[in-house]
């Protein structure tokens, strides 16, 4: 797939983690499938693009908002939405630069992985390892994520634990996109271009899904 399209795909995995933690903040549902993949992502170790981490299948809300976004109509009631998805970038350029930050993640992520043998990703034991995690190594750094949403739906625990899970995704999909080469003016100089390939890939998404191979690499 073209390195264009794998950031495209990088991009849209963060928009849909912070569509889903928008989502959960205010109370809505949320499509279980597209928050398994992911948090699925997060325990792939051996990927080397965007594409194998993320099957367009379950990424069509996050193409969708992405779509939104460089077509520059922007609801004012999606701007945390946005705000969330840029924070993702800003705290993957961080971890990037931190390897005893980054391999932490990942050691603690591999330590932990024998909990999707009996439960599914989404499940609270999972949710609520990953929000255990992302309190450890991603609240602690300079630059932070503020959340919007209902103070009675944020002050339940296990909604919290679901979005923590669903930021540590977002940042994730975050070091994909910049490990591709994925740049925040990219969305300014090539927004045009950006906007045709991910209208693209959102008509591909309808289609039958391929089968794909895994390749290496994951927090650094």
Not at 50 to 70: C, K, M, Q
Not at 127 to 141: A, C, E, F, V
Not at 192 to 218: D, F, I, M, Y
Request: glycine fraction near 6%; charged fraction near 20%; proline fraction near 4%.
């Amino acid at each position: 797939m073209p390195i264009l399209d794998e950031r495209i795909i990088a991009m849209a995995a963060q928009f849909q983690s912070a569509h889903i933690a928008h989502a959960l903040a205010l109370g809505k549902p949320i499509s279980t499938p597209e928050f398994s993949c992911m948090l699925q992502a997060l325990y792939i170790f051996n990927a080397t693009t965007a594409s194998e981490l993320y099957p367009l299948v379950h990424l069509r809300s996050g193409l969708e908002t992405l779509i939104e976004f460089l077509s520059r109509k922007w609801p004012k009631s999606k701007m945390p939405l946005f705000r969330y998805a840029f924070g993702f970038g800003t705290l993957a350029k961080l971890i990037l630069k931190d390897s005893v930050r980054s391999r932490s993640i990942r050691d603690h992520l591999k330590k932990h992985q024998y909990q999707l043998q009996h439960f599914e990703v989404t499940h609270p034991n999972v949710t609520g390892n990953l929000s255990d995690l992302y309190l450890k190594t991603i609240s602690t750094l300079p630059k932070k994520i503020f959340l919007m949403g209902h103070k009675d739906i944020l002050n339940q625990t296990l909604v919290m634990q679901q979005i923590r899970a669903a930021l540590l995704a977002g940042i994730r999909a975050g070091v994909q996109w910049r490990t591709d080469g994925g740049r925040g003016w990219h969305c300014v100089v090539h927004r045009t271009k950006l906007l045709q390939r991910a209208q693209h890939l959102l008509a591909l998404s309808l289609k039958p899904e391929h089968n794909q191979e895994k390749g290496e690499v994951l927090w650094s």
